[in-house]
């Protein structure tokens, strides 16, 4: 849990000087109900739905952060940290094709935009959380 609030922390912080959907005004960290009416407002708002996938996912509601991290991906297509958190939630709902799938559309799109740091960072976090997911299922199974 403690590891997933830290990667959202992380995620927040870099997706706000990533995200290609400049034109888009960013208020500071908005509460879920701050989100939601956000969100409401204008559903195409990259920003709203990562941040409510975000708070979706510190909360442990995967279900509710994969649905978030979707749309935005959808009106942001280019946002490398969306895909890469989209496949962190795929891999805690257990799905490690599907998690490997988005991390590794991340990473391409990094190395497409010739972001060498954000690629690497998302080449450690992806075998990191792999490897993570990888003990945790061995311990769960012994």
Known sequence: MIRNLLCFCWFVYIS???????????????????ALTLFKTNPQ??????QLAGIYQAENNITSAL???????????????????????????GERGIAEEYMTKAISLA???????????LEKEKTSWLEHKQLEFREHDN
């Open 16 to 34: 706000a000087t990533l995200s290609s959907c400049e034109k888009q005004q960013k208020p500071s960290l908005p509460t879920l109900q701050e």
């Open 45 to 50: 708002d990259c920003f709203a739905a990562e």
């Open 111 to 121: 190395d497409r935009a010739q972001d060498m740091k954000t690629k690497e960072m």
């Open 67 to 93: 649905q978030y991290y979707n749309i935005a991906v959808e009106n942001c297509s280019d946002n490398v940290l969306n895909y890469f958190q989209l496949g962190v939630c795929h891999l805690l709902a």
